[in-house]
T-cell receptor, first 112, second 113 residues
Framework: GENVEQHPSTLSVQEGDSAVIKCTYS??????FPWYKQELGKRPQLIID?????GEKKDQRIAVTLNKTAKHFSLHITETQPEDSAVYFC???????????FGKGNQVVVIP | NAGVTQTPKFQVLKTGQSMTLQCAQD?????MSWYRQDPGMGLRLIHY???????DQGEVPNGYNVSRSTTEDFPLRLLSAAPSQTSVYFC????????????FGSGTRLTVV
């Protein structure tokens, strides 16, 4: 099945700086790649996603880039704010897009 | 429109007891899944369903059963609870023709003693 890995496991950034989280996946047939944000004690929430026919997608301060050849995709957060502190999960579709395989998550800490 | 509703929010079970975690959605979504979340392990898929009457196993199905008799409901049954099933359980649903843009429920925190 699909195997998704995230790096680094923990990332600390100064407020206002950029944060980048990278994920790799194993199944070349995967074609949908979402990112979820989970604040402490809350449910995961979708923040951005990308499909394999697109190389980059932006939504205000967040963007996702996809490199299908290398089988990796990245989350970019610019001008980080304290409310960006959370665990971020990447995922990749599998089994004909009927299920999502998640990475283990990245803890992002924004230092005021 | 309540979205995805999970009950109960908290539960303590004794080893060997059985119980059902409830999940209901009011968005007419076809796709529903159950995940468990453990520290350092991310979200692991237990079971999923692509429509009423259709279910399939995920990564960690042992010790759990599901059924999907209606579009709205997707209960998760623990047959004989074990301490290893102590976890936070999330139900998720999607109506976009696949596991796209899942909406998660608020979770059930289960402790097995």
């Amino acid at each position: 099945g699909e195997n998704v890995e995230q790096h680094p496991s923990t990332l600390s950034v100064q407020e206002g700086d950029s944060a980048v989280i990278k994920c790799t996946y194993s199944d070349s047939a995967s074609n949908y790649f979402p990112w979820y944000k989970q604040e402490l004690g809350k449910r995961p929430q979708l923040i951005i996603d990308i499909r394999s026919n697109v190389g980059e997608k932006k939504d205000q301060r967040i963007a996702v880039t996809l490199n299908k050849t290398a089988k990796h995709f990245s989350l970019h957060i610019t001008e980080t704010q304290p409310e960006d502190s959370a665990v971020y999960f990447c995922a990749a579709s599998s089994r004909g897009n009927n299920r999502l395989a998640f990475g283990k998550g990245n803890q992002v800490v924004v230092i005021p | 429109n309540a979205g995805v509703t999970q009950t109960p929010k908290f539960q303590v079970l004794k080893t060997g007891q059985s119980m059902t975690l409830q999940c209901a959605q009011d968005m007419n979504h076809e796709y529903m899944s159950w995940y468990r979340q453990d520290p350092g392990m991310g979200l692991r898929l237990i079971h999923y369903s692509v429509g009423a009457g259709i279910t399939d196993q995920g990564e960690v199905p042992n010790g759990y059963n599901v059924s999907r008799s209606t579009t709205e409901d997707f209960p998760l049954r623990l047959l004989s609870a074990a301490p290893s099933q102590t976890s936070v359980y999330f139900c998720a649903s999607s109506g976009q023709g696949g596991a796209y843009g899942y909406t998660f429920g608020s979770g059930t925190r289960l402790t097995v003693v």
